[in-house]
């Protein structure tokens, strides 16, 4: 869902717009329990906002199963991409990687000397293509985070201590906090090296202050059992300490109810000992030669304080209750003690590779806000099904975008969720989407907003938007919505390929002209032309983004848009 700062509840003031949300001047928007399907750094960039994070949990796919040594093994470069799946975690330098590595290569700072490094170091191999698929979505990471903000990179050996430098060169070293080690399986047989057992999580704060609360974990019952081994009659166990100063305090010299001062003197003033004589708290010797001592009740204590080596949490095996049989899944009690200890109580979560969605369950238990990405649907279909057994009214809770990678995951959406199918293609080419769900569209499922002049009033393309069979009608139903709002162009946006009589008809309609070019009236963009490398024959569209109010409230003469014949 869209939630205000201001109240925390959802506003009707705030509204989906092209590249983020919208709302009035004195609300600040960020984008909560929703799940993105799509990839992350587009994600990143065009719905969350600046600061509005305060934590980042993120464990990237990577494959450490196969062979340490292909990932140095040299590449040509000439393979094409495909899209990268939850299960099949494997990087491999190719185009696209070397144009993410020169896009940050090129830049300023440590960051682009450091990915120079790498490459010297390295050289063009697949563990480069995935440090410089990490290091665009770090940098957004840490946009998005809060100054009191942190995050956790969860990693194996393979490329911890390569991610350790991207982190530096991206968060700065004295933002290191810790790194920490969870024992994530028991020894297994290994040729000529120790069994790794272990998985790093790297943790990074923000600024100066991030949130934090110190954690402790029980004591063991050995631990117990030798330091405190003594019993008040009511049964309560305690230990005994020190109450003798560790340094000279004359005013702390005193005899205490006949035993003599300690050569530096007591702790505690007179004052001190009698409310805890009155306690109860201080026992006594049977010589006056001995020195009274300090009870501490196991009942009182916090345990012990957690270090950064964790062992007490143990991997989900194949009898776990909570397994869901996800490859990657992590056990939630990992990502509760995180989250505990970074975040308060009112705090918003996000996880950029969400997989099975263990944060978000953790987050959601917890009572916290989040935010969860995945590149894949069958990651998403999970997270849902996981969340709406914790929730019945999962669908008025929480909120889910698609932003598909390619035609097949357009005609994915299509099947599953027609208005989010219309929602996107309208995002998509740079528009506005209408609020279809509450009533019939009149054929307008979105608009889009340019100028003629750049002092002139706005002008608008109306966009129709149609997933199933196609037919000329269609066209013709555009003509008709175009000369009723007045539109100075209009779209047909389909997701198959139009028929030579739908081309010939939206050909009729003629051509728009002014200061930026001539376009076409009317214009049919297929799903395959969105994804295509080829631009849209579209005047400089307005970002309706940049406007405080939105568009949907201004009266249409305000627009000043001109009538259009049929």
């Not at 590779?353 to 917890?366: H, R, V, W």
């Not at 295509?532 to 400089?540: F, G, N, R």
Request: proline fraction near 6%; charged fraction near 25%; aromatic fraction near 10%.
């Amino acid at each position: 869902m869209t939630y205000c700062i201001r109240n925390g509840l959802h506003n009707k003031c705030c509204t989906l717009l092209v590249g983020g949300y919208n709302c009035d001047p004195l609300a600040e928007v960020v984008v909560q329990n929703t799940l993105f399907c799509g990839d992350n750094l587009q994600i990143l960039r065009e719905y969350l906002p600046s600061d509005s994070v305060d934590l980042v949990y993120l464990d990237p796919p990577f494959n450490s199963d196969q062979n340490y040594n292909l990932l140095f093994r040299e590449k040509d470069g000439s393979k094409s991409t495909s899209q990268i799946l939850a299960f099949e975690d494997s990087w491999e330098w190719n185009q696209e990687a070397q144009a993410n590595f020169e896009e940050i290569a090129h830049g300023d700072g440590k960051l682009s000397q450091a990915m120079v490094q790498f490459r010297t170091l390295l050289g063009e191999t697949d563990m480069l293509a995935y440090i410089a698929m990490m290091a665009p979505r770090l940098i957004e990471l840490r946009r998005v985070l809060k100054d009191t903000g942190s995050i956790y990179l969860h990693c194996d050996p393979t490329a911890a201590h390569y991610l350790k430098i991207l982190m530096d060169a991206i968060f700065g070293p004295q933002y290191f906090r810790n790194e920490i080690t969870w024992k994530r399986t028991n020894t297994h047989s290994d040729a000529k090296r120790w069994s790794p057992v272990s998985d790093t999580l790297l943790y990074y704060a923000k600024g100066d202050s991030p949130t934090w609360h110190p954690l402790h974990i029980p004591h063991t019952a050995k631990y117990i059992a030798d330091k405190y081994g003594h019993q008040d009659p009511d049964g309560r166990q305690y230990t005994l300490d020190n109450m003798t100063s560790p340094k000279p305090r004359p005013n702390m010299m005193y005899e205490w109810k006949g035993f003599a001062s300690p050569p530096f003197g007591w702790r505690y003033s007179k004052e001190t000992m009698a409310e805890l004589d009155r306690q109860g708290r201080i026992w006594y010797p049977d010589s006056k030669t001995k020195r009274p001592r300090l009870k501490r009740y196991l009942d009182e204590m916090s345990g012990v304080l957690m270090g950064n080596v964790w062992t007490d949490i143990a991997p989900l095996n194949s009898q776990a209750k909570e397994r869901i049989g996800y490859p990657t899944q992590k056990p939630r009690a990992l990502l509760e003690r995180i989250i505990k200890a970074s975040t308060n109580a009112d705090g918003v979560i996000l996880d950029p590779f969400c997989g099975c969605g263990t944060a978000i369950e953790a987050a959601d238990k917890l009572g916290r806000c989040w935010i969860g990405i995945d590149i894949t649907r069958l990651a998403i279909r999970v997270v849902k099904d996981r969340l709406s057994k914790i929730s019945k009214q999962f669908d008025q809770k929480y909120l889910t975008i698609y932003e598909p990678l390619d035609v097949s995951g357009a005609e994915a959406l299509a099947a599953e969720d027609p208005h989010q199918f219309q929602d996107w293609f309208v995002r998509k080419l740079g528009g506005v989407s209408t609020n279809h769900r509450r009533g019939a569209d009149r054929g307008v499922d979105g608009r889009l907003y340019f100028k003629d002049e750049a002092s002139g009033p706005l002008r608008q393309i109306i966009v129709s938007v149609k997933s199933g069979k196609i037919n000329p009608a269609f066209v013709r139903e555009v003509h008709g919505t175009m000369h009723r709002e007045r539109a100075a162009m209009g779209i047909l946006a389909v997701l198959r390929p139009p028929s030579k009589a739908m081309l010939r008809d939206a050909a009729s309609s003629g051509v728009f002209t002014c200061l930026s070019g001539t376009f076409p009236k009317t214009q049919i963009i297929t799903v395959d032309q969105l994804f295509s490398k080829t631009p849209l024959c579209l005047p400089p569209l307005q970002r309706m983004t940049e406007r405080r109010t939105s568009v949907a409230a201004i009266p249409e003469v305000q627009l000043g848009l001109p009538g259009i014949a049929g």
